[in-house]
């Protein structure tokens, strides 16, 4: 079967902090690189971090050195700790399987990516605001 759960969003104020956790299906998880998306209202979902199966990590600018991405493979669970965070960041938070384009293309797309996905969790809503 098929999950993504996405837990930790919540309303913080600019400069506060806060950590995602998503629990995968193995059929998502094992094997492949992972990653966190996020979708502001109006706008194109983006990818922001992704982790591959060793745990190496890629970011959007928009998040490099605020944003930390991690794994447990053993309980099949994604990380996405969140520092610095700015009203910017305010968005429904997804994780997903990352394709290889797509993780190395990472760095240098602005939060594009290619592959689609035929499911998505319910995601976390992060709000960002005083």
């Known amino acids: 079967q098929v999950q993504l759960v996405e837990s930790g969003g919540g309303l913080v104020q600019p400069g506060g902090s806060l950590r995602l956790s998503c629990a995968a299906s193995?059929?998502?998880?094992?094997?492949?690189?992972m990653g966190w998306y996020r979708q502001a209202p109006g706008q194109q979902r983006d990818l922001v971090a992704g982790i591959s199966s060793l745990g190496g990590a890629n970011y959007a600018d928009s998040v490099k050195g605020r944003f930390t991405i991690s794994r447990d493979n053993a309980k099949r669970t994604v990380f996405l700790q969140m520092n610095s965070l700015k009203p910017e960041d305010t968005a429904v938070y997804y994780c997903n399987k990352v394709s290889s384009i797509d993780f190395f293309y990472l760095p240098s797309r602005g939060g594009r990516f290619s592959a689609t996905y035929d499911y998505w969790g319910q995601g976390t809503q992060v709000t960002v605001s005083s």
């Open positions: 193995g059929s998502i998880f094992s094997g492949n690189s």
